[in-house]
């Protein structure tokens, strides 16, 4: 899972916002981004403890 940043240009003004994704290979062999959770504008301390977390997340993923 990453996050995945998205910029609408609204009214004259940028906003960022953002969403937890996930690559999927779906049966014809394309890969789709799934979005898992919309989070909405973040600050620089949110978008960094939301990275931390899906690393902890894709971690435990990777043990299995």
């Known amino acids: 899972m990453f996050l ?4 609408r240009h609204k009214d004259g003004k940028d ?3 953002y969403s937890v994704c996930e690559s999927l290979r779906v049966h014809s ?3 789709i981004q799934r979005q898992v959770l919309h989070l909405g504008e ?3 301390t949110q978008i960094e403890s939301w990275q931390r977390t899906l690393e902890v997340i894709d971690g435990d993923d990777h043990g299995r």
Do not use: A, E, M
């Open 4 to 7: 995945k940043r998205r910029v």
């Open 42 to 44: 973040l600050n620089t």
């Open 15 to 17: 906003h960022i916002y």
């Open 29 to 31: 062999g394309r890969v």
